[in-house]
C-alpha cells in the first residue's frame, strides 16, 4: 500500500523545531449558546479568514455548494444548542454560516495523526497525540487555542480541548477523572468520501463528528462506559480511529466505518494509531513510536519521555505537525499541549 507521504526524506538535523505555547480560553456552557463564541472568535479574525479563503481555493466548488445546503437548512441538520453556536462564531467574524459548517467539516475530515496509548509502572495511562494537518499548516497553528469549557452553575464540571478556532467540535479533548479522547482520520480507498460525507449530512441527516463529540462531552452523565458504546455504535458520516482511555484501568482503539465498529482493541501496554488499520503493515510514524516505546522499561514511560522522545522523533514528528498534546484523565491533570513549528533550518 502507498502510505502518504508526510516528509521528504532529508537528513533529520537540517530540522528544527520550536514547541510554542498554545493561547487558552474559557468557554462557558452556561451561557446562552449564540454567545459562547463571541469573546472568542474576534482574537483570530485574520487566519480564519485567510483559512476559509483557503478552504475555497482549494476544495471542489461541488462540496462547498453542498456545504451551503447544509446551512441553508441548518436547522433540520444540526441539533441546538450547536447550531446556535455555528451561528454565534459565524456572527463573530461576519461571514456567512454555510463558511462556518465547511470550517466544521475540514477540520474534522482532514486530520492525518498520530495518537498513543501508555501505561505507566504505576498503571496510570497516559494519552499522547500529535496532530498532522495536510493543508495550511502554518495557518492551523495560528488557529489552534487551549479551550477550557466548563458550567458557571457547576464547579465540578469542566473539559478540555485543543481547539482549532472556528470549530466547534473536539479531535483531543480530555475530562479529568472521566476520560480522554483523540480522534485520527481513518484513510480509506474512496475517492468520493468527502461528498459521500456531505451526502449523509443531506439525505439521511447523520451526525458529523463535531456534534458528536460535543455531545459527549458536554453531558455530565456520560461514563466510560457509555462513551465507549457511543464511539463503537454512533453512525458517522466518515470512517475514523477514536483512541480513548478512562486513565486508570483502560484504553482502547476503536476502527470505524461509518455503521459498526471492526477489530476494537484493548490496551496492555502502549497502543500507537496513525491513519492505516492496526492490522495491517506498519506505516513509518506507527512503526517509529513503537520501536522507542518498545525500547523504554517501564520507569521510562513518563508523560516527559513521550513528549520529548516518541512525539518529537521525526517522522511521528512532521513538517504537518500542527500541536503535541499529552492527556492524563486519570491523574486529574490539564492537558499539557504546545505549537510545533518544524521546518527546514
Ligand atoms: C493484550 O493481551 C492479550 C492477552 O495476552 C492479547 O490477547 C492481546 O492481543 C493483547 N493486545 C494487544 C493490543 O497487544
Ligand atoms: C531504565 O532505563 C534507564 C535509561 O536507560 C536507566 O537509567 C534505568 O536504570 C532503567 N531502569 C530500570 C528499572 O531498568
Ligand atoms: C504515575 O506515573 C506518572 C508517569 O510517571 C506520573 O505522572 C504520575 O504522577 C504518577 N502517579 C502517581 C499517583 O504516582
Given at each position: 500500500m502507498i502510505f502518504i507521504s508526510l516528509i521528504v526524506s532529508f537528513i533529520p538535523f537540517v530540522y528544527a523545531d520550536i514547541p510554542l505555547d498554545i493561547p487558552k480560553f474559557s468557554i462557558d456552557l452556561d451561557r446562552q449558546p449564540i454567545d459562547r463564541w463571541s469573546d472568542i472568535i474576534p482574537n483570530f479574525v485574520q487566519p480564519m479568514n485567510e483559512f476559509n479563503d483557503a478552504i475555497r481555493a482549494q476544495i471542489p466548488k461541488a462540496y462547498i455548494d453542498v456545504a451551503e445546503i447544509v446551512a441553508s437548512r441548518l436547522d433540520q441538520h444540526i441539533p441546538q444548542p450547536y447550531h446556535d453556536e455555528i451561528y454565534s462564531i459565524a456572527q463573530a467574524i461576519s461571514m456567512p454560516v454555510a463558511d462556518i459548517v465547511l470550517i466544521n467539516l475540514v477540520y474534522e475530515l482532514r486530520t492525518f495523526c498520530t495518537s498513543l496509548l501508555v501505561r505507566t509502572s504505576n498503571g496510570t495511562i497516559i494519552h499522547g497525540r500529535n496532530l498532522d494537518f495536510d493543508l495550511n499548516t502554518d495557518l492551523l497553528r495560528r488557529l489552534t487555542f487551549q479551550g477550557n469549557f466548563y458550567r458557571q452553575s457547576d464547579p465540578t464540571f469542566t473539559y478540555e480541548s485543543i481547539h482549532f478556532a472556528?470549530?466547534?467540535?473536539?479531535l483531543t479533548s480530555s475530562r479529568s477523572g472521566y476520560f480522554s479522547l483523540s480522534i485520527n482520520q481513518r484513510v480509506i480507498d474512496d475517492k468520493d468520501w468527502w461528498m459521500n460525507a456531505l451526502m449523509l449530512i443531506l439525505h439521511f441527516h447523520s451526525l458529523p463528528l463535531f456534534i458528536i463529540t460535543r455531545s459527549i462531552f458536554d453531558n455530565?452523565?456520560?461514563s466510560y462506559q457509555d462513551l465507549k458504546d457511543t464511539l463503537q455504535y454512533q453512525h458517522l458520516i466518515a470512517p475514523v480511529y477514536f483512541i480513548i482511555t478512562n486513565g486508570r484501568t483502560s484504553g482502547m482503539i476503536i476502527t470505524r466505518n461509518r455503521l459498526n465498529s471492526i477489530h476494537p482493541i484493548e490496551l496492555n501496554s502502549t497502543l500507537v494509531q496513525t491513519n492505516?488499520?492496526?492490522?495491517?503493515e506498519r506505516d513509518p510514524r506507527r512503526a517509529t513510536a513503537e520501536d522507542i516505546l518498545g525500547s523504554?522499561?517501564?520507569?521510562?514511560?513518563?508523560s516527559k519521555n513521550i513528549f520529548d522522545i516518541v512525539l518529537s522523533v521525526i517522522p511521528v514528528l512532521n513538517?504537518?505537525?500542527v500541536y503535541t498534546a499529552i492527556m492524563n484523565p486519570g491523574e486529574k491533570q490539564d492537558i499539557f499541549a504546545k505549537i510545533r513549528t518544524l521546518k527546514p533550518r
Amino acid at each position: 500500500m502507498i502510505f502518504i507521504s508526510l516528509i521528504v526524506s532529508f537528513i533529520p538535523f537540517v530540522y528544527a523545531d520550536i514547541p510554542l505555547d498554545i493561547p487558552k480560553f474559557s468557554i462557558d456552557l452556561d451561557r446562552q449558546p449564540i454567545d459562547r463564541w463571541s469573546d472568542i472568535i474576534p482574537n483570530f479574525v485574520q487566519p480564519m479568514n485567510e483559512f476559509n479563503d483557503a478552504i475555497r481555493a482549494q476544495i471542489p466548488k461541488a462540496y462547498i455548494d453542498v456545504a451551503e445546503i447544509v446551512a441553508s437548512r441548518l436547522d433540520q441538520h444540526i441539533p441546538q444548542p450547536y447550531h446556535d453556536e455555528i451561528y454565534s462564531i459565524a456572527q463573530a467574524i461576519s461571514m456567512p454560516v454555510a463558511d462556518i459548517v465547511l470550517i466544521n467539516l475540514v477540520y474534522e475530515l482532514r486530520t492525518f495523526c498520530t495518537s498513543l496509548l501508555v501505561r505507566t509502572s504505576n498503571g496510570t495511562i497516559i494519552h499522547g497525540r500529535n496532530l498532522d494537518f495536510d493543508l495550511n499548516t502554518d495557518l492551523l497553528r495560528r488557529l489552534t487555542f487551549q479551550g477550557n469549557f466548563y458550567r458557571q452553575s457547576d464547579p465540578t464540571f469542566t473539559y478540555e480541548s485543543i481547539h482549532f478556532a472556528g470549530s466547534i467540535g473536539l479531535l483531543t479533548s480530555s475530562r479529568s477523572g472521566y476520560f480522554s479522547l483523540s480522534i485520527n482520520q481513518r484513510v480509506i480507498d474512496d475517492k468520493d468520501w468527502w461528498m459521500n460525507a456531505l451526502m449523509l449530512i443531506l439525505h439521511f441527516h447523520s451526525l458529523p463528528l463535531f456534534i458528536i463529540t460535543r455531545s459527549i462531552f458536554d453531558n455530565p452523565l456520560m461514563s466510560y462506559q457509555d462513551l465507549k458504546d457511543t464511539l463503537q455504535y454512533q453512525h458517522l458520516i466518515a470512517p475514523v480511529y477514536f483512541i480513548i482511555t478512562n486513565g486508570r484501568t483502560s484504553g482502547m482503539i476503536i476502527t470505524r466505518n461509518r455503521l459498526n465498529s471492526i477489530h476494537p482493541i484493548e490496551l496492555n501496554s502502549t497502543l500507537v494509531q496513525t491513519n492505516y488499520d492496526h492490522w495491517l503493515e506498519r506505516d513509518p510514524r506507527r512503526a517509529t513510536a513503537e520501536d522507542i516505546l518498545g525500547s523504554f522499561n517501564s520507569t521510562q514511560m513518563t508523560s516527559k519521555n513521550i513528549f520529548d522522545i516518541v512525539l518529537s522523533v521525526i517522522p511521528v514528528l512532521n513538517r504537518l505537525t500542527v500541536y503535541t498534546a499529552i492527556m492524563n484523565p486519570g491523574e486529574k491533570q490539564d492537558i499539557f499541549a504546545k505549537i510545533r513549528t518544524l521546518k527546514p533550518r
